[in-house]
């Protein structure tokens, strides 16, 4: 499998759902012979959408990875999914590609995937092209598309060819570096877009410019090397149309994608080696860097990884570092993949993607070779199900199979709440979840029933309050008895323990125990051993029990400091259960005369919408007792609204803002803070808590 990097072009194709994207990249590889047929998305025939879900939905789930040869070139093509709920695919699938393709749909224009998919390849540090795709429909505006597209993405975006004809009567494509002599029928004017198209790939080069205004005009070749460095610069995205349905443009976006896709060589890659940057140089010979980027388990329980190697060669049946592996992690053999078919390799180098199978020491992130590459980030999941089996007696069947979705989806988290024994799938979307659920069903062969899990709310305090508690039980021999008295106080977050825990405030200080995960400070100040050091571990213990079990509502406990500053023992009954108990109960007592309220998790909300849509939507957040913060201007006629409201308000957004804007619009939430709960709505959550703790 041993290539020359500079022959080798690792491409992503991105966008919005329903932009061609699968259908492109179907046709590229029948179009360069990789194979045979006349695959179909539709007919459930596609190379690319192989698994079952795929073809049942007739969309991809998956990224999936092919390839193709063309002009003396490796073209390795990663297709990913279009719907925003399954943004994690294309994520981790930019980090092993150097240049990532956006699809634009003629008719449809730029959708809100679009966008995001933009974004994201810039993040990764992709080079970027635009495929214009299904100019075979009718009622296209292409001038229009060309001005929204250069709005949207900027002035860098450049066309290289222009269709002759649209719709029905689209016949080919004109190149607008190599003007033919006759350009009848072309969609735009070929000649109008050539000089500023070569003033943007000649831009990064002085004295090419200089000669360039002198009046000598670049060569062919000339152009086609510059043309490689305007897209890694990102002063030049080129612009290709195609027709798949009519086989137009196809050649010509073969031959853009072998001269102007990057190399491996194109892009740096940086990763740390004890403590220090280094810059990763893809050659052969040099120490092995590569990352699994995807992770399949197969409905036959085939694990396989996939993996970019981007310096240094992995060899079959090699055990190599990796991150988190306490040891070298030992391979088997090398796959080379073309979507759904596995074809053993012996090596792989620097810019090859590969799979291994059957390695569990493997996931998505992972590092192999002496080097740490950076962390992938994924968006943070939100909507949440509490999941069980439909079942009984399927319990592990269940843990076994969303252990896998959760291997093969980092959008996806899975908690256990050993208080309310509730699972809980979290994941992008309520299509998201769906899509998994039929998955559980279909490959492991499990059903689930679900229903909304409870929002994590948590309890707190809003003023000091201090009392005691004395726990006294005589049964016969010796009994027990311990007396603590706490001070209790709001420990605001972020507060720094050993600022707030200072001699001012308590004077008699001696420790402070400090628990992040709960933002929870206990100060010790006991002086006289009035409480026997001995019995300090068990208060602890009773504080952090009732903290877990919560005293008002059943929800945990957060931001608060309790002071320990007095106490009593007996010489024969006292013990740690005794003092565990009082410190309990003391700690219940006193936080119910400390003015306590519950904190909801506030979310902050980034939405994009027609423009025409932003009233809407910020009706709808007053009645979700959300806020609107800022807005700007996303391009193309959307605007991106910036809000914070109560997760609680925003779990069945999704429904609401696609009713909203007929489909167009969008929405990411991620974790903001926790605030307190309003009065009327507290009272509803307390009652509610009560009356089932009644019932249980």
């Not at 994520?91 to 699809?103: F, G, N, Q, W, Y």
């Not at 004077?507 to 400070?521: D, G, R, T, V, Y």
């Not at 201007?633 to 803002?657: I, Q, W």
Request: glycine residues 8%; proline residues 5%; charged residues 25%.
């Amino acid at each position: 499998m041993a290539r020359n990097v500079a022959d080798i072009r690792n491409i992503v194709i991105c966008g919005h759902g329903s932009s061609g994207k699968t259908t492109l990249v179907d046709h590229l590889l029948v179009h360069a012979g990789a194979v045979k047929g006349n695959p179909s998305v539709d007919a459930g025939t596609s190379i690319c959408d192989f698994d079952e879900e795929e073809k049942h939905h007739k969309h991809s789930i998956e990224a999936s990875v092919v390839h193709l040869d063309h002009a003396g070139k490796r073209i390795n093509l990663i297709d990913t999914p279009g719907y925003p709920d399954l943004v994690g695919q294309m994520i981790a699938s930019l980090r092993a590609a150097e240049t990532a393709i956006i699809a634009v749909d003629a008719h449809a224009g730029i959708k809100v995937n679009t966008r995001r998919a933009w974004a994201e390849a810039g993040r990764a540090g992709c080079g970027r092209m635009i495929v214009i795709t299904k100019l075979d429909t009718e009622n296209i505006d292409f001038p229009g598309l060309i001005d929204a597209i250069r709005e949207t993405f900027g002035h860098t975006c450049a066309l290289l060819n222009v269709p002759l004809g649209l719709g029905d009567a689209i016949r080919g494509v004109v190149d607008t570096l190599k003007l033919p002599a006759s350009v009848d029928g072309a969609a735009v004017d070929p000649k109008a877009i050539h000089e500023s198209l070569v003033e943007s790939i000649i831009e990064n080069d002085e004295a090419m410019m200089e000669r360039y205004f002198e009046g000598e005009v670049p060569s062919a070749d000339e152009l086609s090397k510059l043309m490689v460095r305007a897209i890694a610069e990102g002063t030049l995205t080129p612009i290709v149309c195609v027709s798949t349905k009519k086989g137009v443009g196809l050649a010509e976006l073969l031959d853009v994608l072998a001269a102007a896709a990057l190399p491996p060589t194109a892009v740096v890659r940086k990763a740390a080696k004890d403590g220090d940057e280094v810059t990763l140089k893809a050659d052969a010979a040099a120490p092995l860097a590569a990352q699994v980027f995807k992770t399949r388990i197969d409905p036959f329980v085939q694990r396989l990884s996939f993996m970019r190697v981007y310096s240094g060669t992995l060899k079959r049946d090699s055990t190599v570092p990796a991150t988190g592996a306490r040891k070298g992690v030992k391979l088997g053999p090398l796959l080379e993949v073309q979507a759904g078919a596995t074809q053993p390799v012996d090596q792989a180098g620097p810019g090859d993607i590969v799979a291994v199978a059957k390695c569990e020491d493997l996931h998505t992130g992972t590092t192999l070779g002496e080097v740490e590459l950076p962390p992938m980030e994924f968006p943070t999941p939100m909507v949440g199900l509490a999941v069980a089996p439909k079942n009984r007696g399927d319990e592990a069947k269940l843990s076994g199979a969303l252990h896998k979705i959760t291997e093969e989806d980092r959008t996806i988290r899975l908690e256990h709440d050993p208080d309310t024994k509730e699972m809980v799938l979290t994941g992008m979307s309520e299509l998201h979840l769906l899509l998994l659920k039929e998955r559980l069903k279909r490959r492991d062969h499990v059903e689930i029933v679900t229903h909304e899990p409870k929002i994590p709310y948590r309890e707190t305090i809003q003023s000091d309050a201090d009392g005691s508690y004395r726990h006294k039980k005589q049964s016969g021999g010796s009994g027990q008895f311990a007396e603590v008295h706490v001070r209790m106080y709001p420990f605001p977050e972020g507060s720094v323990p050993e600022e707030f825990a200072n001699k001012e405030r308590f004077p008699q200080l001696k420790n402070i125990h400090f628990h992040k995960e709960s933002n929870f400070l206990w100060v010790d100040t006991v002086v006289g051993g009035a409480i026997p050091g001995n019995f300090m571990p068990a208060i602890e213990k009773g504080f952090l029990e009732r903290i877990k079990q919560g005293v008002i509502a059943g929800f945990p406990v957060q931001n608060v400091c309790v002071e320990v500053y007095y106490g009593k023992d007996h010489p024969v009954d006292s013990n740690e259960t005794a003092f565990r108990i009082a410190a309990s109960k003391a700690f219940s007592e006193v936080f119910k005369k400390a003015r306590p309220s519950l904190l909801e998790p506030v979310v902050n909300l980034h939405i994009t919408v027609p423009a025409g849509n932003v009233g809407d939507v910020s009706s709808d957040l007053s009645g979700r007792r959300g806020q609107m913060v800022g807005m700007d201007s996303s391009g193309g006629g959307f605007t991106t609204v910036e809000a914070k409201a109560p997760l609680s308000e925003v779990m069945t957004y999704a429904r609401t803002l696609s009713s909203m804007t007929g489909g167009q619009g969008s929405f990411t939430m991620d974790f903001s803070h926790y605030d307190v709960v309003p009065g009327n709505i507290q009272q509803e959550i307390i009652s509610k808590a009560k009356l089932k703790e009644e019932e249980d």
